[in-house]
């Protein structure tokens, strides 16, 4: 073959090969080889962007072009903008996607600023724009900073994303409470003693950022209309009207947000203020619906907590000394449902005196555990805490396996109301039953043609109409700024810092609730970044065989390096060292004894990596060998295949 001939082979080869990339790329055809399908758009996501009605803009800012960028941004920045592509793709001309590299004293770096992006700081010191920005029409919504660590539930956030940018007004919170939880809320108690009203809680400012929070009061007959979640919390004393009006809520396919508490600490204050001030009875301090939990596969004792071995919180006894409280839970990141939107990145909580959920079996609806205890926990009768000290409590737990304390429920739910609407309580005076009687006679004296029909409300729901979200928590107190929050005088104004996750883990749980069925359908997906399950075993399996002689190595290196500092500390005034030739030469003996440790410890931590290093070094031999091979194979095949 002439060279001419030879050039212009190896220049069409090369454009084949850019052709069949961009090809590959344009396609709208992927296949996903994935354990958990990690690349796919779930059913969820591609029916919400079906329903986009207005196109809307994605700008993603990446700082592509900082020196110094670790390879995990620059991996998952790739894997956030082809999974915008899927998006785009899939919304059929409705998605705009723009990729943006906001360079620093750019116009691209000052819109990234304005939309609310925050900075994230490099190892290196330099900071990069990482996030996204929606736009409908004057409607913006933003991610301010995109993290790998949150890549199971990047297609949620996304969706979210989409979803909230076509939200115009807040959505409406119906709060039914008996707590002071919103600024202003006074309890009988303080109205009878012309006390002021305490201020909020700062979960319900939480909350205010996402909704419009309605308050219902206990005693009402039905929930006002067009609500668009509801969140009932230590419900005390609710109407039947009422329930039945939650129950048709959640049939209806509103979520609904549970807190009942076998033993609410505010209300056990309340009661010993009463009992100082007052007299009498204290008030029940035990929060439950039974015939809802009842009918919505949910079994919840009001009369027994969760005392935990493992998990007990350090409290300050009465004679001041630091003791362990178990029922008192201080709960840690492996409590938490890692797979579950509300928890995925909780780290720590605190319950105090929670009660446990568990599934009814035979109710066909799915529990799903959000919070869990050890498996050191077991249950506490509540009349056990009244006098008992801390560790007469922990000798009460007998521990029998992990217990839920809050739980995500969905499926299609049975009505606690079978027969309908209950019925309006009969006046329990005579004489107003007596007049109510003589009003009825009146009415039925009148002329048929007078009579009118009474307007008939919706029909009685028996069972859910499409799939139903309940979450249900066991204990109300996490709620309390007292338990979640420090409070700081900062210029002037108070400030709150977070201690823990609690009031995050309130706000998860809304706004999961309040997003469409679309979005809650959506479920966390595995990372792309899969660690060495062989390099770990072998780490592992390694430093149980050598974990032993270490330790033993450590605690004698201990010894010798405290003689010797013993030693050599005895000096004089002039800071020379006074010693007989015996010292001198323990010292010497010792200095020895402390250098021959120190190799022998760094022999175990080579012996450590040896197995590790072997087949790091077999995987790079492969790696580097195995393309030559192949090529030079396929040339001798070809070159026999030609000669033949």
């Given at each position: 073959?002439?060279?001419?001939?030879?050039?212009?082979?190896?220049?069409?080869?090369?454009?084949?090969?850019?052709?069949?990339?961009?090809?590959?790329?344009?396609?709208?055809?992927?296949?996903?080889?994935?354990?958990?399908?990690?690349?796919?758009?779930?059913?969820?996501?591609?029916?919400?962007?079906?329903?986009?009605?207005?196109?809307?803009?994605?700008?993603?800012?990446?700082?592509?072009?900082?020196?110094?960028?670790?390879?995990?941004?620059?991996?998952?920045?790739?894997?956030?903008?082809?999974?915008?592509?899927?998006?785009?793709?899939?919304?059929?001309?409705?998605?705009?996607?723009?990729?943006?590299?906001?360079?620093?004293?750019?116009?691209?770096?000052?819109?990234?600023?304005?939309?609310?992006?925050?900075?994230?700081?490099?190892?290196?010191?330099?900071?990069?724009?990482?996030?996204?920005?929606?736009?409908?029409?004057?409607?913006?919504?933003?991610?301010?900073?995109?993290?790998?660590?949150?890549?199971?539930?990047?297609?949620?956030?996304?969706?979210?994303?989409?979803?909230?940018?076509?939200?115009?007004?807040?959505?409406?919170?119906?709060?039914?409470?008996?707590?002071?939880?919103?600024?202003?809320?006074?309890?009988?108690q303080m109205m009878m003693m012309r006390q002021q009203p305490p201020p909020g809680q700062y979960?319900?400012?939480?909350?205010?950022?996402?909704?419009?929070?309605?308050?219902?009061?206990?005693?009402?007959?039905?929930?006002?209309?067009?609500?668009?979640?509801?969140?009932?919390?230590?419900?005390?004393?609710?109407?039947?009207?009422?329930?039945?009006?939650?129950?048709?809520?959640?049939?209806?396919?509103?979520?609904?947000?549970?807190?009942?508490?076998?033993?609410?600490?505010?209300?056990?204050?309340?009661?010993?203020?009463?009992?100082?001030?007052?007299?009498?009875?204290?008030?029940?301090?035990?929060?439950?619906?039974?015939?809802?939990l009842a009918a919505y596969g949910v079994s919840y004792d009001p009369q027994k907590i969760v005392?935990?071995?493992?998990?007990?919180?350090?409290?300050?006894?009465?004679?001041?000394?630091?003791?362990?409280?178990?029922?008192?839970?201080?709960?840690?990141?492996?409590?938490?449902?890692?797979?579950?939107?509300?928890?995925?990145?909780?780290?720590?909580?605190?319950?105090?005196?929670?009660?446990?959920?568990?599934?009814?079996?035979?109710?066909?609806?799915?529990?799903?555990?959000?919070?869990?205890?050890?498996?050191?926990?077991?249950?506490?009768?509540?009349?056990?805490?009244?006098?008992?000290?801390?560790?007469?409590?922990?000798?009460?737990?007998?521990?029998?396996?992990?217990?839920?304390?809050?739980?995500?429920?969905?499926?299609?739910?049975?009505?606690?109301?079978?027969?309908?609407?209950?019925?309006?309580?009969?006046?329990?005076?005579?004489?107003?039953?007596?007049?109510?009687?003589?009003?009825?006679?009146?009415?039925?004296?009148?002329?048929?043609?007078?009579?009118?029909?009474?307007?008939?409300?919706?029909?009685?729901?028996?069972?859910?109409?499409?799939?139903?979200?309940?979450?249900?928590?066991?204990?109300?107190?996490?709620?309390?700024?007292?338990?979640?929050?420090?409070?700081?005088?900062?210029?002037?104004?108070?400030?709150?810092?977070?201690?823990?996750?609690?009031?995050?883990?309130?706000?998860?749980?809304?706004?999961?609730?309040?997003?469409?069925?679309?979005?809650?359908?959506?479920?966390?997906?595995?990372?792309?970044?899969?660690?060495?399950?062989?390099?770990?075993?072998?780490?592992?399996?390694?430093?149980?065989?050598?974990?032993?002689?270490?330790?033993?190595?450590?605690?004698?290196?201990?010894?010798?390096?405290?003689?010797?500092?013993?030693?050599?500390?005895?000096?004089?005034?002039?800071?020379?060292?006074?010693?007989?030739?015996?010292?001198?030469?323990?010292?010497?003996?010792?200095?020895?004894?402390?250098?021959?440790?120190?190799?022998?410890?760094?022999?175990?931590?080579?012996?450590?990596?040896?197995?590790?290093?072997?087949?790091?070094?077999?995987?790079?031999?492969?790696?580097?060998?195995?393309?030559?091979?192949?090529?030079?194979?396929?040339?001798?095949?070809?070159?026999?295949?030609?000669?033949?």
């Amino acid at each position: 073959m002439k060279s001419g001939s030879k050039a212009l082979a190896i220049a069409l080869l090369f454009v084949g090969l850019v052709l069949v990339n961009y090809l590959a790329s344009s396609l709208p055809v992927r296949l996903d080889a994935t354990a958990e399908q990690i690349y796919t758009l779930s059913p969820g996501t591609k029916a919400l962007l079906g329903k986009i009605e207005e196109p809307i803009t994605l700008d993603f800012y990446f700082s592509k072009s900082t020196a110094g960028l670790p390879i995990t941004y620059k991996n998952y920045a790739g894997r956030v903008q082809e999974m915008l592509r899927q998006y785009v793709r899939a919304a059929r001309g409705k998605l705009t996607l723009n990729v943006i590299d906001p360079r620093p004293d750019t116009p691209e770096e000052e819109r990234a600023t304005a939309a609310g992006l925050e900075p994230q700081a490099l190892p290196s010191g330099e900071q990069i724009q990482f996030g996204l920005v929606a736009t409908q029409a004057d409607q913006q919504k933003t991610i301010t900073a995109l993290n790998p660590q949150r890549e199971q539930f990047l297609e949620y956030d996304l969706s979210q994303l989409i979803y909230s940018v076509e939200q115009f007004d807040k959505k409406k919170l119906g709060l039914i409470t008996s707590l002071p939880l919103q600024a202003g809320q006074a309890d009988m108690q303080m109205m009878m003693m012309r006390q002021q009203p305490p201020p909020g809680q700062y979960v319900a400012s939480e909350w205010e950022r996402t909704f419009q929070i309605v308050p219902v009061d206990g005693a009402a007959t039905d929930l006002p209309s067009g609500l668009d979640a509801l969140a009932v919390i230590h419900p005390e004393n609710l109407s039947p009207k009422l329930q039945f009006a939650i129950d048709q809520f959640l049939l209806g396919g509103k979520p609904v947000f549970l807190a009942v508490d076998p033993s609410s600490q505010y209300f056990k204050r309340q009661g010993g203020q009463q009992a100082m001030m007052m007299g009498g009875p204290p008030p029940n301090v035990s929060s439950d619906l039974p015939q809802l939990l009842a009918a919505y596969g949910v079994s919840y004792d009001p009369q027994k907590i969760v005392g935990d071995l493992e998990n007990a919180t350090q409290v300050q006894s009465g004679s001041g000394n630091i003791v362990r409280y178990p029922v008192w839970l201080n709960l840690q990141h492996e409590n938490f449902n890692a797979k579950s939107l509300p928890t995925a990145q909780l780290n720590s909580a605190l319950f105090i005196e929670p009660g446990s959920l568990a599934a009814k079996p035979g109710s066909g609806l799915s529990f799903t555990p959000l919070v869990e205890s050890s498996d050191q926990s077991g249950d506490v009768p509540i009349a056990a805490l009244q006098f008992a000290q801390p560790d007469e409590i922990t000798r009460q737990i007998k521990p029998s396996g992990k217990k839920t304390i809050a739980a995500l429920v969905t499926g299609k739910f049975k009505s606690a109301f079978p027969e309908g609407a209950p019925k309006d309580t009969p006046p329990a005076d005579p004489s107003a039953e007596a007049a109510a009687k003589a009003d009825a006679d009146k009415k039925d004296d009148k002329p048929a043609e007078a009579k009118k029909e009474e307007p008939k409300g919706p029909p009685t729901l028996k069972e859910s109409t499409a799939t139903s979200t309940l979450i249900v928590v066991a204990d109300t107190d996490w709620l309390f700024d007292d338990y979640s929050v420090r409070k700081m005088n900062f210029f002037g104004q108070t400030a709150a810092e977070p201690i823990n996750d609690n009031l995050a883990f309130a706000a998860n749980c809304l706004e999961f609730l309040s997003g469409s069925q679309d979005l809650i359908s959506i479920r966390g997906k595995g990372s792309s970044l899969h660690p060495f399950k062989v390099v770990q075993a072998m780490e592992v399996e390694a430093n149980k065989k050598y974990e032993d002689k270490l330790t033993a190595l450590e605690a004698r290196l201990t010894q010798v390096q405290a003689k010797l500092g013993e030693l050599q500390g005895k000096k004089t005034e002039g800071s020379r060292l006074v010693a007989s030739p015996e010292v001198a030469k323990a010292i010497e003996d010792f200095q020895k004894q402390q250098a021959a440790m120190r190799g022998e410890r760094r022999d175990i931590r080579r012996a450590l990596r040896e197995d590790i290093d072997a087949l790091g070094n077999r995987l790079l031999v492969v790696n580097l060998l195995a393309t030559p091979l192949l090529v030079c194979g396929f040339g001798v095949w070809f070159y026999r295949s030609r000669r033949k």
